[in-house]
């Protein structure tokens, strides 16, 4: 059923599992299954995933400087995992389809 | 660069992004206010007024007109965003949101009623009745509503500074309403539906904000709001404009008339304006909260009697002037806050 959800039901589920991930590794993911290809592509998910932590659904737990460019070179990279805010949202919308 | 200088830089560059796109929106929201305003004298909403007014009275007249005029608003609005998330290539987010109807579509179709029937509904009956520069004050007022409907429902947090900021709004909305009551009183006739319409707009709008808080968390703003116009189109075009033509109004003989230039050209005009300042609007909620998305959206009082009185020359009432003042600086005290307060907008 992958592709055919919102991008943030998507981003939640993944995080559902209660382990920490880091913003390089969700990024990637989402684009390849929704083919977002591109730096816009990026952007625009990475952006969802900081709507999520303002929204108090994520947590940012870690952060560390991209020096090799993993990611994005001299950018901060973050870690994040779900609130119970974000489980109970993220359960709303997403465990019904699970 | 070590961490914490960057992180503080990140998130610096998140806030000041939210506040842009709430300044975005206040100019936006302001300028909607010039072709709100102008579309009243138009051709065929201005038969229409005096054809309607001449069998049911003035009061009902102006409301079935504005619902008209607020119909076609939400039609250019939705034209607007359509081309909006073509540009962003968000059709395809658009479908899958739309097909989420329980945990998002349903919270922004219960938005679209607040933001449409009530709160853009009442804005051109003020608009009509009173004048665009009240229309545009009256609705300072929704922050206030906003902010407590968000606190209690889900815990979203209102600094003692920001409570401060909705005392000074409030208190700028005593003097507007009171101030343009007492004025009138002396002269005997109060336009009572006008001022009807000011309330149902801070009311409805306020509404809005915390309800479309509730989908928007989990959904693209982008995505979100076109949705709710979606609602709102659905409500007018299939459901009040056909009522009230099944009771008698000519709503179809009228709607048909908007098709001449003039009359298009400011009706699309009101679309673009008012379609971007929503979209500025939802931008900011999710960087900044909505209490204080809200807040700095008010600013759109000042611009709106600014551009007014640029391009009408009107000058609005003491009461309009100073209420509308004590409003916007109860904006900046809510949005002046210190960044790192604002890192996590909800408690945990």
């Known amino acids: 059923m992958t592709g055919k959800r919102p991008i943030k039901f998507r981003i939640l589920e993944l995080f559902l599992d209660g382990e ?7 990024v990637p993911k989402i684009q390849k299954e929704y083919n977002m290809k591109g730096n816009y592509g990026r952007d625009s998910i990475n952006f969802d995933i900081i709507e999520l932590a303002s929204g108090g659904m994520l947590k940012d737990v870690e952060q560390k400087v991209d020096e090799e460019g993993i990611y994005k070179k001299g950018f901060l990279l973050h870690k994040y995992i779900i609130t119970d805010f974000g489980r109970v949202r ?9 | 660069m070590d961490l914490k200088a960057l992180k503080t830089q990140e998130s610096k560059r998140k806030i000041s992004k939210g506040y842009m796109w709430a300044l975005f929106c206040a100019v936006f929201w ?10 009243w004298v138009l051709n065929p909403f201005d038969e229409m007024y005096k054809i309607i007014a001449g069998t049911s009275g003035d009061a009902e007249s102006l409301v079935v007109t504005a619902a008209l005029i607020t ?9 607007a965003l359509m081309l909006w998330n073509g540009v962003l290539g968000k059709f ?3 479908g899958r949101t739309l097909k989420e109807f329980n945990p998002c579509s349903k919270w922004f179709f219960l938005a679209s009623i607040f933001g449409g029937p009530i709160a853009i509904l009442g804005s051109f009956m003020a608009m009509g009745f009173i004048g665009g520069a009240f229309a545009a004050v009256a609705a300072l007022l929704y922050p206030v509503i906003g902010s407590v409907l968000a606190y209690y429902w889900y815990g979203e947090k209102i600094s003692k500074r920001a409570a401060t900021g909705i005392i000074i709004i409030i208190l700028g909305g005593i003097t507007i309403f009171g101030g343009g009551v007492m004025t009138e009183l002396a002269t005997g006739k109060i336009p009572w539906i006008g001022y009807l319409g000011g309330l149902m707009a801070a009311a409805g709008w306020g509404i809005e904000g915390a309800i479309a808080g509730k989908g928007l968390d989990i959904s693209e703003p982008d995505v979100g709001l076109t949705l709710r116009f979606l609602g709102e189109n659905i409500i007018w075009w299939i459901i009040i404009v056909p009522i009230l033509a099944i009771v008698g109004f000519p709503m179809y003989s009228f709607a048909l008339q908007a098709f001449e230039p003039l009359t298009l050209l400011v009706l699309i005009f009101a ?6 300042c929503y979209v500025c609007w939802y931008k900011s909620f999710p960087l900044i909260g909505v209490g204080r998305g809200q807040g700095i959206g008010n600013l759109y009082g000042l611009f709106a009697i600014i551009f007014i009185f640029l391009f009408f ?5 003491w009461t309009i002037l100073v209420g509308g003042t004590l409003c916007v600086i109860g904006s900046f005290t809510m949005f002046t806050e210190e960044t790192s307060a604002l890192e996590t907008l909800r408690g945990e």
Do not use: K, Q
């Not at chain 2, 020359?313 to 009432?317: H, K, Q, V």
């Open chain 1, 20 to 26: 920490e991930h880091w913003n390089y590794e969700i």
């Open chain 1, 90 to 98: 993220g359960s709303d919308a997403c465990i019904r389809y699970v």
């Open chain 2, 30 to 39: 302001g300028i909607w206010y010039l072709p709100g305003t102008v579309v």
């Open chain 2, 71 to 79: 119909a076609f608003n939400a039609l250019t609005v939705m034209l």
């Open chain 2, 92 to 94: 395809g987010e658009l």
């Open chain 2, 271 to 276: 679309g673009i304006t008012f379609g971007f």
């Open chain 2, 313 to 317: 020359g009107e000058i609005p009432e």
